[in-house]
């Protein structure tokens, strides 16, 4: 069997890393690596790249940023030629991005059954372009792996229900997998206790780029920091948003820090109370590690962690609030699956 594999962003290539490590154990099956070139913005000599032995691509399109219909069709365009000289027999996209979408389109036209790692997924607002991507990926798509039993049911009230398969999250994979290699530098060098300070990480536009809207979220942060002690490894975009703004007065009660690398982040958040966050992925890191979160989003794509109560969501009116509020409930186990998501991948496309 022959899969192509198609990514064009860093998480992507994390992702495809994890399944390569299955497929590796099958000698009757041969992958075929292709980056979009979507964005090139990864460090080939990082922890995953060191760790999970990820390769070069076989292609590198090369398309680079641009507007949304330009970069997807150049991706179209390129992506093509490489299936038509290939003829794989399964396309494996991830997520989505343009790329994912790109891909996905080629190999329907191309008649080439595709599978959409991390279907099911879906956020509001309807419009934004990563859930356009998923919703249309989903639609062409032959095998869906979703990460949770909620996606499996957002595909189902959309009519599609064959090719469905709950196989869990590919990040858990990742998770265990490094496990044992985080690290606790930061967190002995800042003289942390556990459980004893919140770790908080704020980059969304629609949280910094706004002057009165940030200040709002920094007020409730420093109410907060009486407390609790605030660790924040500060995004540069954060970083000088704050500076445009004159809102420096507010950090003086955190401790900020520059970014840190993946390792040592996960590790704060092991012993970390709590995580305030925006980003997708640490939300979702936060309950792999049993730490609950607070979602400074209007709606994110991990429902099932709001569903459940584990998490809360948050905004710049209630943060204070939605941080300290006491609702004791059993850490809820396996709603990401068990950590073999690419196994399961590889064996449904096997069969």
């Not at 990040?171 to 985080?182: S, T």
Request: hydrophobic share 40%.
């Amino acid at each position: 069997m022959k899969i192509i594999s198609l990514v064009g962003a860093r998480p992507q290539f994390i992702k495809e890393a994890v399944i390569h490590r299955e497929i590796k154990k099958h000698k009757n099956i041969r992958e075929i690596l292709v980056h979009s070139g979507q964005h090139y913005d990864f460090n080939m000599s990082d922890i995953f790249f060191e760790e999970l032995e990820i390769r070069k691509p076989d292609y590198f399109l090369n398309v680079g940023s641009g507007l949304h219909g330009e970069m997807t069709g150049k991706i179209m365009i390129e992506f093509e030629k490489v299936v038509i000289n290939e003829k794989p027999d399964v396309i494996l996209v991830y997520g989505d991005t343009n790329t994912t979408l790109a891909g996905a389109i080629v190999a329907a036209k191309l008649k080439i059954p595709v599978a959409h790692v991390e279907a099911g997924i879906r956020q509001n607002p309807k419009d934004m372009p990563e859930e356009i991507n998923r919703v249309l990926t989903d639609h062409v798509s032959n095998y869906l792996f979703c990460p949770s039993n909620l996606a499996v049911k957002n595909l189902e009230k959309e009519g599609i229900s064959i090719g469905v398969y709950f196989v869990g999250d590919i990040m858990y994979d990742l998770y265990l997998l490094m496990e044992d290699k985080f690290k606790y530098d930061v967190f002995k060098s800042l003289k942390l206790r556990e459980n004893e300070y919140i770790l908080l990480t704020l980059h969304r536009d629609f949280n910094v780029d706004n002057n009165e809207k940030l200040e709002k979220i920094l007020t409730e942060l420093n109410k907060i920091s009486k407390e609790k002690r605030i660790v924040f490894p500060i995004h540069p975009r954060t970083r000088k948003r704050i500076n445009e703004f004159n809102l420096e007065k507010y950090l003086e009660n955190l401790i900020v820090i520059e970014p840190i690398d993946y390792l040592n982040l996960i590790g704060l958040v092991k012993m970390a109370w709590k995580v305030i966050t925006d980003s997708g992925g640490l939300q979702k890191e936060a309950y792999f590690a049993k730490k609950r979160a607070v979602v400074l989003m209007p709606d994110t794509g991990w429902r099932e962690l709001i569903e459940v109560k584990w998490n809360v969501l948050a905004s710049e009116n209630d943060l204070y609030e939605k941080t300290f509020v006491e609702n004791y409930i059993e850490y809820p186990e396996n709603l990401y699956g068990v950590g073999n998501a690419g196994k399961k991948i590889i064996d449904i496309l096997l069969k």
